[in-house]
């Protein structure tokens, strides 16, 4: 029996005391410094999702870790911001002496959902059933060092978008890169677009959900050394031509929701926004760019290298367990099946702008 003892709160009943641990321990793991692991994103959750918690686990007289996770009917626990978040797990204290199975009792859940599990939660990755690459640009020795190695391993690549930058300020005019602009009105620009594109290609329409939206609105003010958010334009002109936001500790930017106004869409602005981002990051002292996982032709000719992050569920076993398994197991692996087969990955992001287009008629 674990002698970890577990107290669930609402994220705006942690303590000023119980915030500074969270971080401590985060900045002790060893593991990259994704603004999503930090307090800063799970109190912003918190404001937006009602059934938003965290357990706080103590050992003896200390505070000994944290997992955020959103709970839902019979005992059904996701991971906080599941849908919209990129890095998940727990925050705890190295060597605790814990399971999955503890953790889930402590917390009252027969499932712990999670889409985006970093590497190194040894804790849940038993329950993986899914793998998948999470491309990154280093910028760590400066970004002359990374423009070097996009010359060496897509030169076309990086030729043709500079090229396309020079085209847009000529045909254009004057191009202009705001590194965090904080403007609402250019992050309402950006959330039109996405959703544009998001009906276009056939997907699911994020900013439709009003919380999706309050919380990258709430984002946008938030400023911490672990979290806080960029909201990155591309100007031509004067007008917004393409758009990122997402989040930066102090050493890692983790890209989110890039759009581009279609109408500039010849001149490439999605990847002339990318380089700059990638320029300005350097300068600001941040050493990784965390592209997201999800295949596209863009992070393959900026990437650098890849880190690893896992889909799945950890359960404790039981009929619910059970009841969860059926409801999400077969439709995940034909996704994954889809996915890991690129003609047929191909075919079905053309069946979704397919769809997407006769939706929009």
């Known amino acids: 029996m674990s002698a970890v003892r577990t107290h669930v709160v609402k994220p705006g009943e942690l303590d000023q005391e119980q915030r500074d641990v969270w971080r401590e321990l985060r900045a002790k793991s060893g593991a990259p410094a994704n603004p999503f692991m930090e307090p800063e994103f799970t109190l912003a959750v918190g404001r937006v999702r009602p059934r938003a918690r965290v357990a706080v686990l103590r050992e003896g007289d200390g505070t000994a870790g ?128 996405k959703s544009d594109q998001y009906r276009r290609t056939g997907r699911r329409d994020r900013f439709a959900q009003e919380w999706i939206s309050a919380l990258v609105r709430d984002l946008h003010t938030t400023r911490a050394p672990g979290c806080s958010g960029v909201l990155s334009v591309l100007y031509a002109a004067g007008r917004p031509v393409a758009a990122h936001f997402g989040l930066r500790s ?32 350097a300068a600001a002292g941040i050493g990784t760019l965390d592209l997201g996982r999800g295949a596209a032709e863009y992070k393959d000719a900026l990437k650098t290298g890849e880190l690893r992050v896992y889909e799945g569920a950890s359960v404790r076993p039981g009929v619910r367990a059970g009841l969860h398994w059926l409801s999400r197991e077969p439709a995940r692996r034909a996704h994954h099946y889809v996915r890991d087969r690129p003609r047929l990955a191909r075919l079905a992001r053309r069946t979704l702008t397919r769809a997407g287009r006769l939706r929009r008629r």
């Open 250 to 281: 102090r050493t890692v930017l983790s890209c989110w929701f890039p759009a581009y106004d279609p109408a500039y869409a010849t001149y490439s602005p999605g990847l002339v926004l990318h380089l700059r981002m990638a320029e300005a990051a």
């Open 66 to 193: 944290f997992l955020p996770y959103e709970e839902g009917p019979l005992g059904h626990g996701r991971a906080i911001g599941l849908g919209v978040s990129d890095c998940q797990g727990a925050v705890l204290r190295p060597g605790l002496g814990l399971t999955a199975r503890d953790l889930l009792r402590g917390c009252g859940l027969t499932v712990w959902e999670f889409d985006n599990l970093e590497a190194g939660q040894t804790l849940f990755t038993a329950g993986a059933a899914g793998e998948s690459a999470s491309p990154v640009i280093d910028v760590g020795e400066g970004y002359a060092a990374y423009e070097a190695r996009l010359r060496v391993r897509s030169p076309k690549f990086l030729r043709t978008t500079l090229a396309k930058e020079r085209r847009l300020g000529r045909r254009a005019g004057d191009v202009r890169f705001v590194f965090d602009e904080r403007d609402p009105g250019a992050l309402r620009t950006l959330m039109a677009w």
